[in-house]
């Protein structure tokens, strides 16, 4: 039986998980300097642009389900991508489009605005503790990813 060779990062007041110790690092920190799951999940995905650059990034999309206990509700934070302020239906129809009609999907009318950091900000907003501009500032003075800058 093969085992995973994946460092863990052990916590018994609290859970992360993702796929890089460092970013789980920064996850648990948020986690013990008060912030909350939503919190957590923003700080892992905000490091992992950093230390595993190759499964998320800024320039992408994010989405987020947080389950609230107290309403028993799962809310969902939709952070794709929005399609340019300046494109409207009647600049397609000018430039020969229509439903039957639709330009190739690598066109550049089909490319949007990453949405990843949007996502973060609402998801903390909406779902954070409200403690995040205290609780950044020591996570980042742990330089928890500065190794991973060094080494990549």
Request: hydrophobic share 40%; glycine share 10%; aromatic share 4%.
């Amino acid at each position: 039986m093969a085992f995973s060779t994946r460092s863990p990062v052990l916590s018994p007041h609290g859970c992360v998980a993702c796929g890089q110790p460092l970013a789980s690092e920064a996850g648990l920190r948020i986690l013990r300097s008060g912030g909350n799951a939503a919190d957590a999940a923003v700080a892992m995905a905000a490091c992992m642009n950093v230390v595993q650059p190759c499964s998320t990034g800024v320039g992408g999309d994010c989405f987020c389900l947080f389950y609230d206990a107290a309403n028993k509700r799962v809310n969902g934070v939709n952070g794709s991508g929005r399609s340019s302020s300046q494109l409207s239906l009647s600049v397609t129809k000018e430039r020969g489009y229509s439903v039957n009609r639709p330009p190739s999907p690598k066109h550049a009318l089909n490319i949007t605005v990453p949405g990843a950091v949007a996502g973060w900000l609402d998801t903390v907003e909406r779902h954070g503790s409200g403690k995040v501009l205290t609780i950044m500032p020591a996570v980042a003075d742990k330089c928890l990813c500065q190794p991973a800058c060094v080494y990549t």
